[in-house]
Structures are given as C-alpha cells and as structure tokens.
C-alpha cells in the first residue's frame, strides 16, 4: 500500500493548481485523474474563453503557470457592457485607459490546462495515476485508507477533491451538496465578427434568452447563448451557414454578419454549492466546492482562490512540522473560503433570477437597477473592482 501525504482527486486546472502550489513545501502528492496522461498534456480544445481578474492573474504568475501561456491568445478585457432586452441603455464599466490596463483577460480554457498540466512536469515529490477515479475513502486517525477504481490502495494523509461540481469523490466523503438545475444549457463558439468589439464584454439579458459576447483578439469573438435545451439542440443541429446566420440575428446584427470558425459546444447549466467544504482528514477545491454559474464569470476564479487559500492552510503546516489535516487548520480553510464564495453564489443566483424573469415587473425593475447603478459613481466602481479583483 503506496503513503502519501496528500491525494488530489482530479487534475483539471484546480487540481493541477494545487498540486503545484505545494511544489517545494516537503509534501508528496498523488494526483489521481479518469482521463488519460496524453489527454491532459495535449487538453482539447472546449470552447470556454477564461475571464481573469488580477487576483488570478496574480497567483497564476506565482504558480509559473502565466508564463506558459501563449500570449498571442491572451485578450484584454477593457471594458464591459450589462443589457436588458431591447433597451439602446447599458450600464458600462471601463478600464483605467490613462493607464493603460484592463478589466481583466480572457484565455481560452484549454491552454491554462494544458500550462497547469506543463508547470507540474517534473515536480519532486508528484506523482500522477491516470485513468483511474476513487472508489473508497476510509478515514482513520492519521490517515485515510483509499482504495481506486484500478484496486490500488493508498494512505493518504489528506484527500482533497477538484473532480468537477457533479463530483462523485464528494459523495463518496460523506458530503452533501445543494443543486440548482437552471433548466438551460449554455452554448459557446468562437465567431468571426464584422464589427469591431473594441475589447469590449457584453452580458446581454435578452427577453426568453441570455447571450454573452467575449471579445477575442483580431476580429474574432466566443458567443455565449443560453436557451433552453431543447432550442440549443436545434441551434447545434444548423450547418455552418444556418448557424452564423442564426447566431447573428440573435445577437441583432449589432458585430454585424457572424460566422463559425470552431464547432459549438453546449453545457447543462446546473449550480453547486457543498454543504461542508472540509471533513475528517478531506477537503474541497474548485467546482468541487461551489459551481458557478456562469453570468458573472468568477466560476474559475473562485476555484483558483480555493485552492490558494487550502494550499496556504498546508504548507503553514508543514512548515511548522504539524498535521496538515488538523480540524483547526481546515477549518481556517473552510471559514475563509465560504466567506468568499457564499455572498457571490447567492448574488450570481439572485441576479440570474431577476434578469431572466420576462413577466413585466421583473422587467420594470431589471430596467430600473441597471440605470440606478449606471447613475451612482462609487456603486459602479465597487462593483468593478470587484469584478475584477484588483
């Protein structure tokens, strides 16, 4: 039976981010992951454009996982738009232009893998199990027994969960979680646009559907549409000319004719929120924790502070020769990552509710927010910088 002082269940970009936050802490971690190692080195192309804050730009720069990236696909976020229905009104927030900086940046999902994936290449003290998921977790006094899908057996000292908000290492903890199933699927595609988008983000709350525009670099952009499953079917099933043309009276012509330049996915739109993010001798991490959803773009970020904040908790401890999988310092964890995550998971569901409820007082009063937060200077700018975690 293999000793190990932490299991990551999971190495997608939380994991992989964890596991690289405790690089030179003195700790030897397991990560263990269902997909195959080449799958994780060469990530699939999924669709989903990043939105990063400064704050996670900051720990990714920590982690060496910034550098890794291409910059060429790196895209500034300058400024943002919020638009109810067919209102020519948009509450607006910019940039510092005077000097020079952004909201924030999009990147697309697949390369911060595949740079999460090269900066713990070669990392002492890392080994990773692919093709295999957790089948058993008994806890003990000073370790938890785990026995994987493959029939090997571990001790670990701390099992930390990042497999996903549907994660089933979670349940297999003992840890409950609430679902909110939004009754939508969400799609993406990256388009080429006529119109220029001046780096600029749209969240568009349109009246039997949402739609998002993320401004790419050159003329190119990622379309976010969410409708009902059954609408978004239909929309997958349009050739490629049906599609942009689709595509593009959706969004009103505004970025004039768009086009398709990637296959469209499509994702189920369900929210997460663990009941517990620590017990005996586990943790939580990323979607495992909380899943977002998406309208206000701070899922990843979110579970990129998660994992920098449990990261922090263990190597205190090491440092200091103590249990990494203390209750107190767990408990740390847990404190400060609900403080974080409880406020702006319930914000996300409230303004979602709101700004998808067509019955006309919900449009009165979704009309009338945007212009009171459009008019209060100090609000707008609270909610910038929290937006964007400067």
């Not at 291409?70 to 232009?97: K, N, Y």
């Not at 930390?160 to 679902?179: E, P, Q």
Request: positive net charge; hydrophobic residues 45%; contains cysteine.
């Amino acid at each position: 039976m293999g000793t190990v002082d932490v299991l990551v269940v999971g190495a997608g970009p939380a994991g992989l981010c964890f596991a690289r936050a405790l690089a030179d802490s003195g700790l030897s971690v397991t990560l263990a992951e269902q997909q195959p190692r080449a799958a994780l080195a060469e990530a699939a192309f999924d669709g989903r454009e990043i939105a990063l804050t400064h704050a996670s730009r900051r720990i990714l720069e920590q982690l060496g996982v910034w550098e890794r990236l291409d910059p060429t696909e790196i895209s500034d976020l300058r400024d943002a738009r919020v638009m109810d229905g067919s209102s020519p009104f948009a509450l607006t927030f910019a940039a510092d232009q005077r000097q020079g900086d952004a909201l924030g940046w999009l990147v697309p999902n697949h390369l911060i893998r595949r740079a999460a994936w090269d900066s713990v290449q070669a990392q002492a003290g890392l080994q990773l199990i692919d093709q295999t998921s957790v089948r058993e977790v008994v806890p003990g006094t000073t370790h938890s027994e785990v026995t994987l899908s493959d029939g090997r057996r571990l001790q670990a000292r701390l099992v930390v969960a990042a497999d996903s908000r549907f994660s089933s290492t979670r349940r297999l903890l003992g840890i409950g979680a609430k679902l909110r199933d939004f009754g939508k699927s969400m799609l993406v595609c990256r388009m080429q646009i006529d119109v220029p988008h001046q780096h600029t983000a749209w969240e568009w709350f349109g009246y039997g559907r949402t739609m998002a525009l993320l401004p790419l670099n050159g003329e190119l952009a990622s379309a976010v549409i969410t409708l009902p499953p059954r609408q978004i079917a239909e929309l997958m099933a349009l050739d490629e000319d049906s599609f942009g043309a689709r595509v593009s009276t959706l969004f009103e012509y505004r970025l004039g004719n768009m086009r398709p330049v990637a296959k469209p996915v499509a994702y189920p739109l369900v929210g997460v929120f663990a009941n517990a993010f620590v017990g005996e001798r586990c943790a939580l991490i990323g979607d495992a924790a909380v899943g977002m959803h998406p309208v206000t773009a701070h899922g990843f970020n979110l579970g990129l502070q998660s994992q920098d904040r449990l990261a922090a908790v263990l190597r205190t401890a090491a440092q200091r020769g103590t249990d990494i999988a203390a209750p107190a310092g767990l408990a740390r964890y847990e404190r400060g990552h609900r403080l974080a995550a409880r406020p702006l998971y319930e914000a996300t569901n409230a303004i979602t509710t709101l700004y998808t409820d067509d019955r006309l007082p919900a449009r009165v009063l979704r009309r009338a927010g945007l212009r009171l937060a459009q008019g209060v200077v100090p609000f707008r700018k609270l909610i910038a910088a929290h937006l964007t975690q400067r």
